[in-house]
């Protein structure tokens, strides 16, 4: 996802006049309500360094100073994969003393994509998106190189990956131009031989097919979970969505969320036809009260109970009812200097927690759903995982 193009249009949006719903309020019919409270559990909001290069491959604190980059995770059990755009790491929340370990890929080598092999050996010049399988398979997508990786077992040190889509052959760095991506195509049929132009944000089914949006060529596209991984497209942008940020698969369909010429919106998208109807627009959305102007444009979804929960890139969350209510769920809209390290420490109100999101320092973003508990990537003065409550 890159907001940047996006920028002039944004801004020119205005928000509705909306009621900020407290905590405990009940928003209007089949809205959910809002989070309660958030911590931050991994990451340094308040971080004085930013240095990549003393990240530990081997156990990096979770909340060190300098803290790991991250905007992509995934999330089983009490376990957590982060992306930085360059490497994957793995979290033990419940360790004694939890770490961020490396999966694959480097931050200080120079820039490499190495799609096979064991992971730990595997390298990746700028991988967006972080995607569960139903058995435990991990996919990602590599931006630049125009690739699709699967990771057969992150959570083991036997883990190997291999390319199940696009770009299959290492590369390095100077094989990519500046400011393109290696050997764009438009390509549907066998993984082996479809093509992309920036594959990124892959999600996944219940069956276990992964959907990426195929950014250059303004399309989505589902790769099957068949013998030869065939790729085919099953949504063109067109008037009801001109650029897209955000994908989500819940309650058995495919959600995107992007912009159109009169403003952001979600839509819903019939994967078996390709027809999609507008599911919420920009109207439609509730702004915290301390920032009535916020951008309400989708970083990332994920499906809440029945309701769909959407990271905004004004920085807060808001949260759409089957009936298409929406309720602003968590996120103050801005920055909060008032926050010590000391409050970080602690629980938050979470209509109090300063949200954002700085796309292109890493890629891309997710937000993950267990038992109640919703993870979301920030950044304030460094970067930060916080753990909303939410019904």
């Known amino acids: 996802m890159r907001l940047a193009k996006l920028a002039p249009v944004l801004f020119a949006l205005t928000a509705t006049a909306c009621v900020q719903l407290d905590a405990d309020d009940t928003p209007g019919p089949g809205g ?38 991250f905007g992509n995770i995934a999330q089983r059990g009490r376990t957590i994969l982060v992306s930085t755009g360059r490497s994957i790491w793995r979290l033990e929340l419940d360790a004694a003393a939890p770490a961020f370990v490396r999966v694959a890929g480097s931050e200080t080598e120079d820039p490499s994509y190495r799609p096979t092999g064991a992971c730990a050996d595997v390298r990746f010049l700028a991988n967006d998106g972080l995607a569960w399988l139903p058995d435990g398979r991990l996919i990602t997508g590599d931006d630049w190189a125009n690739g699709v990786i699967e990771l057969s077992d992150p959570l083991s040190p036997s883990c190997t990956a291999k390319p199940i889509a696009g770009t299959a052959r290492d590369l390095i760095g100077a094989d990519v131009r500046p400011g393109q991506t290696y050997m764009p195509g438009d390509l549907e049929g066998p993984g082996a031989t479809a093509r992309f132009a920036a594959p990124n944000d892959a999600i996944s089914d219940d069956a276990g097919n992964v959907y990426i949006r195929d950014r250059g060529n303004k399309k989505i596209k589902r790769i099957a979970n068949d013998a030869m991984r065939t790729v085919t497209t099953v949504f063109t942008l067109h008037d009801e969505l001109q650029d897209f940020n955000a994908l989500a698969w819940a309650h058995g369909a495919l959600y995107a969320g992007g912009i159109n010429f ?22 439609d ?40 209510s929406v309720a602003h769920a968590a996120g103050m809209g801005s920055r909060n200097t008032d926050l010590t390290a000391a409050d970080y420490a602690g629980d938050i109100p979470a209509l109090d927690v300063p949200l954002h999101f700085l796309d292109g320092l890493v ?10 508990h919703v993870l979301v990537p920030s950044f304030d003065d460094g970067w930060g995982l916080w753990d909303f409550t939410c019904e």
Not at 37 to 59: E, F
Not at 300 to 320: F, H, K, P, Q
Not at 363 to 372: A, E, H, I, K
């Open 262 to 283: 009169d403003g952001t919106r979600v839509i819903k998208i019939n994967v078996s036809t390709g027809a999609s109807e507008p599911y919420v627009n920009d109207a």
């Open 285 to 324: 959305v509730p702004r915290p009260d301390r920032s009535p102007s916020a951008a309400s444009l989708p970083i990332t979804m994920v499906g809440l109970g029945d309701d769909l929960l959407v990271y905004a890139s004004g920085g807060y969350l808001y949260r759409i009812a089957p009936d298409g």
């Open 363 to 372: 890629g891309g973003g997710n937000l993950t759903v267990d038992g109640g």
């Open 32 to 69: 959910g309500k809002a989070c309660t409270t958030a911590r931050v559990i991994a990451g340094n909001p308040k971080a004085s360094s930013s240095d990549t290069t003393s990240w530990d491959p081997a156990g990096h604190p979770a909340k060190a100073d300098p803290p790991m980059h």
